[in-house]
């Protein structure tokens, strides 16, 4: 059974600071992943894909991908009370034509004022 | 910028009624997918389509679903007697492409939903 797992939290942190949110994953050929964030009661939005090891920034987020650890982590620098939500990692499940994303439980975020 | 649109924002029907569910994706993409997530639970994938036929679909998609592509532009979900374990919100989401080689899979991107309340 492949597995996206991911701590439910709540992660609280002060405004201003890093928030570092992790996921781990089971499959080892999984090549692509991704970061939503979902609010409560409203849709999953994408904040970031990554496909290679390493960081990719986009703004105030950055993800990182270690395949050989098999975790993907996503850091949101000068967090804002409206980065408070829900954060999923998903990541396709292999075999067949594979196109169906395979979730994780979320992080819950929270940023103090 | 473009966005994957959906109706009802919500349903509430009878158990053992159809509903059908909407979805418009956005206009150049090629790949669409249901989902759902009961409330507090993980997002669960149903289905995906592509080229006018379902390319994948997971456990949870049984008789009682089926989807369609209707015209050019709406791709919809419909459940032809409704449970009331199928009470959950319902996500569209499409892609422009599907996987690609060597693994990579295009970003899918999610309509606000539909709440779906079955009594």
């Known amino acids: 059974q492949k597995e996206v797992e991911q701590n439910s939290g709540p992660l609280s942190v002060p405004e201003g600071a890093i928030a570092s949110l992790n996921c781990t994953y089971s499959?080892?050929?999984?090549?692509?992943f991704f970061w939503y964030r979902q609010y409560s009661g409203k849709s999953p939005e994408l904040i970031m894909s990554?496909?290679s090891n390493g960081d990719k920034e986009d703004g105030r987020f950055t993800a990182q991908l270690n395949k050989a650890s098999q975790y993907v982590s996503l850091l949101i620098r000068d967090s804002q009370p409206s980065d408070s939500a829900t954060y999923l990692c998903?990541?396709?499940?292999?075999?067949?034509?594979?196109?169906?994303?395979?979730w994780g439980a979320g992080t819950k975020l929270i940023i103090k004022p | 910028e473009p966005e994957v649109t959906q109706t009802p924002s919500h349903q509430v029907t009878q158990m053992g009624q159809e509903v059908i569910l909407r979805c418009v994706p956005i206009?150049?993409?090629?790949?669409f997918y249901w989902y759902r997530q009961i409330l507090g639970q993980k997002v669960e994938f149903l289905v995906s389509?592509?080229?006018?036929?379902?390319?994948?679909k997971s456990e949870i998609f049984d008789d009682q679903f089926s989807v369609e592509r209707p015209d050019g532009s709406n791709f919809t979900l419909k459940i032809r007697s409704t449970k009331l374990e199928d009470s959950a919100m319902y996500f569209c989401?499409?892609?422009?492409?599907?996987?690609?080689?060597?693994?990579?899979?295009?970003?899918?991107?999610f309509g606000p939903g539909t709440r779906l309340t079955v009594l």
């Open positions: 989401a499409s892609s422009l492409n599907g996987a690609r080689g060597s693994g990579i899979h295009d970003e899918q991107f």
């Open positions: 206009s150049n993409h090629l790949y």
């Open positions: 389509f592509y080229n006018n036929e379902i390319s994948e």
């Open positions: 499959d080892r050929g999984s090549q692509s």
């Open positions: 990554i496909y």
């Open positions: 998903a990541a396709p499940l292999r075999g067949g034509s594979n196109y169906q994303l395979i």
